[in-house]
């Protein structure tokens, strides 16, 4: 069967995620539209909620520089942005998405007296009263914050998350002294705000954000879990089309929500009628982990055409396992248990099977175990090493613990050219002799796939 | 048992093979602590009579058994650390404590914990900022190791115990401090490359024991006819971890003299004392925390502040290094690190523009933490030591 690249007949697409998708070109417009009318922006780092519930509730328009880089290369702009900051004497090897933003502050402050470049896409990024940064996941996140002071004056406030190693979580007082931490950090952060912006936080607009946060959140882990079924009733194509809504906060919250119990009405629908979200017969099931190819989503279809279902993808990238909330009644608190959840909501797992890459790595054990996976797909990133770090160990787990095997092939989030589809796809064939071979190793070993 | 070596060249025996003690204390009966980078206390591991052991690559040997844990664009250092212990090369240590001395750092304790197994292991959370709650939060860290400390060595560690053993380590920084007084007058008595051999082997010894090479290194310096000639540079070296002479030795036959440094197996590790606080927790939280020069921290001028003031950026992160420079009378200063490395990077552009606003000259050099990813660097080297005349 043959299907034109992009044209999405190999996957069957869910209707439920065009309106998601939308919201990401609705939210560039609207804080551009928000900055002429004279709303102050914010440029954050992804926080996985952690700011994000809070400028919400501030009434603050959001724009992240991350996703941006992934507009500008996808779009074809980011070359000239890394050629500035290279220029500007960043290294090379710094994170991609960091040296598109460099470039960018630097012909927007330089060149243009803080106006949005022309060529800037989907509206541009307007200039900022604040950099919120994080340290979850990777140091460049507010190291690349810091350094923007090279080109503007903006304020900057690092927002932390304790990383604690997995048996350490459990030892004696850490959790709490973890919790109590972030929810102090937050405190202070909103009275920072206050000073900032010359307005008092509306703690009941707190408290409903935080809510609808963790409805939201909770109904697109739902969707997840119906995707266990056999076929699985939808393709990674969509999860990363929907993903950015829940991930960012993107849009009216309860509009958003309302996308995802639609997403989940539809997914649940497949389910029962046993639909696959891939057109050919569901022949294997595979995790995929990290960034995908943004710029080459079509490739997908090819292998959709051989009978490759993405079944579940990268841990970072999905809500925090639900954790019962309903005692807790502050919104700060709730938030940092919320957010804590994201990073350690696996390890008491990972601390049973004596693993010690607690997120990141481990969560993919559980993926490919409970969603039944026949192989994994790795997809290194050059310039995100923090994403990619987890790899070579991923690699390893799952084939110690569960005898999958791993297809590892390397891209970049803004150097396109990095990632070969053409080599991927030689590389189909051989890699479904080798999860053949698993599958029948497994049965062998008395794994039930 | 033979009259062992002293001074400079007992310094570079340990440099050469720098695990041999530490396995002839543990013949004693001594237990071995391998910790990674500056932020494991090292009090309390000397407080409990452990021997803190640090630990370093080898830019001389390929990587080959660290592929299967940690991916080939990544920190090269800590890749190479990784492959020697998978190599079996720290097998003798009893125990490991880890930091989130950087993201990489982070990740590679992970590895580390899996694949190579030490009766005793901790992975130290630190925090990214320095303000008052990050030392709070870091001091209960701490807490948590010393109790995972105490239950390995089967006894309790009092405050005085710690607080005997912050005075030692002190003692140890007065020291190397000390010896790079000798580096001020021109020329050095002693070369960058003596002191880091010096500076290595302290870390790979018993503190006491080492305090008492440095005495015999700083004797022996002040007495000697025969050190450092005097050349036209005088450099500042600033960046990412330097634990092999080759660098230094490169930069030095160049035609410069290494006069003072910013790196962490130097200044770093000994700029500042611990404050003798009454808890002692609290001295070694704010130390570890605050004091140490690493980019992995967030610093700031004004914690709060609503409009960022630059140069008052720039001189809260950097001004010490302004210090250095005219302390030790540096007309230039070569930053330098392992590629890959984002904390230092991302420093370069604002660093060279402080620098440059000091009229110092400068240039950055990026290598790939192998011997031979040096030679290239030589040129540029040549090259600038001959822009600054």
């Known amino acids: 069967m043959a299907t034109k690249e992009g044209k999405g007949r190999a996957i069957n697409r869910l209707k439920t995620m065009y309106p998601l998708r939308a919201k990401v070109d609705e939210s560039y417009q609207k804080s551009v539209e928000a900055m002429r ?10 926080n996985w909620w952690e700011g994000d519930v809070i400028l919400k509730a501030m009434d603050l ?36 998405y960091s040296r598109n933003a460099f470039g960018y502050a630097s012909r927007m402050m330089k060149e243009l007296n803080g106006e949005i470049p022309p060529e800037a896409p989907m509206g541009g990024m307007p200039k900022p009263v604040l950099l919120l940064s994080s340290n979850v996941i990777c140091d460049a996140r507010y190291k690349w914050f810091q350094a923007l002071g090279h080109y503007m004056d903006a304020p900057m406030w690092v927002l932390e998350m304790p990383t604690p190693g997995v048996k350490e979580l459990f030892m004696e007082g850490v959790y709490d002294r973890c919790i109590n931490f972030i929810v102090e950090d937050l405190r202070e952060f909103i009275t920072f705000l206050e000073r900032l912006l010359g307005k008092r936080m509306n703690w009941d607009k707190l408290d409903e954000t935080m809510r609808l946060t963790e409805e939201i959140c909770r109904v697109w882990h739902e969707i997840s879990e119906l995707r266990k079924a056999k076929p699985c009733p939808m393709h990674s194509r969509d999860f990363w089309s929907s993903m950015a809504p829940g991930l960012f906060l993107l849009g009216d919250l309860k509009d958003t929500l309302k996308c995802y119990r639609d997403m989940y009405d539809e997914v649940k629908r497949r389910v029962d009628n046993h639909m696959s979200g891939i057109a050919a017969e569901e022949k294997y099931r595979l995790v995929f982990t990290e960034l995908p190819p943004w710029h080459t989503l079509g490739f997908f279809n090819k292998l959709a055409e051989r009978g490759w279902n993405f079944v579940i993808e990268s841990w970072g990238y999905h809500p925090p396992i639900p954790i019962d909330l309903t005692n807790i009644s502050g919104p700060l608190e709730r938030l940092a248990r919320f957010c804590f959840q994201f990073n350690v909501g696996y390890f008491e797992g990972a601390l049973r099977e004596g693993e010690t890459y607690g997120y990141h790595a481990y969560p993919h054990l559980v993926y490919a175990r409970d969603w039944k996976c026949d192989g994994a797909f790795l997809h290194p990133l050059i310039t995100c090493r923090s994403a990619s770090t987890h790899l070579p160990y991923t690699q390893d787990m799952l084939m110690r613990k569960a005898n999958i095997p791993s297809l590892t092939i390397e891209g970049d989030i803004v150097d396109l050219r990095l990632f070969d589809p053409v080599d991927a796809l030689n590389k189909a064939e051989p890699f479904e002799e080798t999860m053949e071979h698993y599958r029948e190793v497994r049965r062998k070993e008395g794994f039930d796939w | 048992m033979t009259q062992r070596s002293k001074g400079l060249t007992r310094a570079k025996e340990i440099y050469r093979d720098r695990s041999r003690r530490v ?11 391998g910790y990674l980078c500056l932020y494991p206390p090292l009090e309390m591991m000397t407080a409990l009579g452990l021997v803190p052991y ?3 690559g080898d830019m001389r040997e390929s990587i080959t058994a660290a592929d299967r844990g940690l991916p080939v664009s990544f920190c090269p250092f800590a890749r190479s650390c990784l492959d020697l212990g998978m190599k079996g090369k720290y097998d003798f240590l009893d125990g490991m404590v880890m930091a989130h001395a950087c993201d990489p750092v982070e990740k590679t304790a992970h590895v580390w914990e899996l694949f190579i197994k030490h009766p005793y292991f901790y992975f130290m959370d630190v925090p990214a900022a320095t303000r008052k709650r990050d030392v709070g939060v870091f001091k209960g860290e701490l807490e948590t190791l010393r109790e995972t400390l105490e239950s390995f060595v089967g006894e309790k560690l009092s405050s005085e115990e710690l607080k005997k053993s912050i005075k030692i380590h002190n003692e140890q920084r007065v020291l190397v401090r000390k010896l790079y007084e000798l580096r001020r007058p021109d020329p050095p008595l002693i070369s960058g490359t003596e002191t880091l051999q010096t500076i290595k082997a302290v870390m790979s010894i018993p503190v006491e024991e080492g305090n008492g090479l440095l005495r015999e290194v700083i004797t022996e310096v002040k007495q000697r006819r025969d050190g450092p000639q005097k050349k036209a540079a005088r450099l500042l070296i600033w960046g990412s971890v330097i634990d092999d002479v080759s660098l230094i030795e490169m930069i030095e036959r160049a035609g410069a003299n290494v006069v003072i440094d910013d790196t962490c197996v130097g200044t770093r590790a000994y700029w500042t004392d611990v404050e003798l606080t009454e808890d002692p927790l609290d001295g070694l939280a704010y130390h570890y925390l605050a004091e140490i020069k690493c980019p992995r921290t967030f610093v700031e001028a004004a914690h709060g502040e609503v409009r960022k003031d630059h140069m008052a950026d720039l001189e809260s992160r950097f001004s010490y290094l302004k210090d250095c420079a005219e302390g030790w009378n540096v007309n230039a200063v070569i930053l330098q690190s392992v590629k ?5 990077g991302f420093e370069v552009p604002e660093l060279k523009y402080y620098l440059d606003s ?15 990813s040096l030679a290239p660097l030589r040129t540029r080297v040549e090259a600038f030591l001959e822009v600054i005349g």
Not at chain 1, 37 to 46: E, H, N, R, S
Not at chain 1, 79 to 85: F, I, K, M, T, V
Not at chain 2, 340 to 344: K, Q
Not at chain 2, 358 to 372: M, Q
Request: aromatic fraction near 12%.
């Open chain 1, 37 to 46: 009318a004279g709303k102050p922006t914010v440029w954050a780092m992804l």
């Open chain 2, 23 to 33: 396995k002839e204390l543990k013949t004693e009966g001594k237990k071995i602590i």
């Open chain 1, 61 to 96: 328009e959001i724009v992240y520089p991350e996703n941006y880089g992934a507009a500008c290369a996808a779009m074809g702009v980011a070359q000239s942005y890394l050629d500035r900051a290279d220029a500007d004497g960043f290294p090379a090897h710094l994170c991609g």
């Open chain 2, 54 to 56: 640090r630990i370093f």
């Open chain 2, 340 to 344: 890959y490395c984002e904390d230092h």
């Open chain 2, 358 to 372: 000091l009229g110092l000259p400068n240039t950055y050099l990026e290598h790939d933490y192998a011997e031979g």
